[in-house]
């Protein structure tokens, strides 16, 4: 399974920006994909994720600001970020778990490339 992510960038306090990941390869059709973020200096933290039946699951410190989402037929994962803060500055990486819904990193079976997001105030 090959993941490509894309979205990220810079925004200010409070903006908005959105992230997508699209698995790829031999996907089973049953598994959950979710998102990470590792900030510098810090752990790879769970952020939010989403299984095969269209269930989420977030991250205490990104409910009601994120909104995780997942496009089927394009065996896409979409993050919906509003409210921005300082603190939401990391490294993004999207995931693919084969079995059940985790929000452990070592869960996860597979790993896409990081994108870059940076909120300034």
């Known amino acids: 399974v090959q993941l490509q992510a894309s979205g990220g960038g810079s925004v200010q306090a409070g903006g908005s920006l959105s992230l997508s990941c699209a698995a790829s390869?031999?996907?089973?059709?049953?598994?959950?994909m979710g998102w990470f973020r590792q900030a510098p200096g810090k752990d790879r933290d769970f952020v939010a994720a989403?299984?095969?039946?269209?269930?989420?699951i977030s991250a205490d410190s990104v409910k009601g600001r994120f909104t995780i989402s997942r496009d089927f037929t394009k065996n896409t994962v979409l993050l919906q970020m509003d409210s921005l803060k300082p603190e939401d500055t990391a490294v993004y990486y999207c995931?693919?778990?084969?079995?059940?819904?985790?929000?452990?990193?070592?869960?996860?079976?597979?790993w896409g490339q990081g994108t870059e997001v940076t909120v300034s105030s």
């Open positions: 989403v299984n095969w039946n269209g269930n989420t």
């Open positions: 995931a693919v778990a084969l079995a059940g819904m985790p929000t452990t990193r070592r869960l996860y079976n597979f």
């Open positions: 390869g031999r996907t089973r059709s049953r598994f959950a």
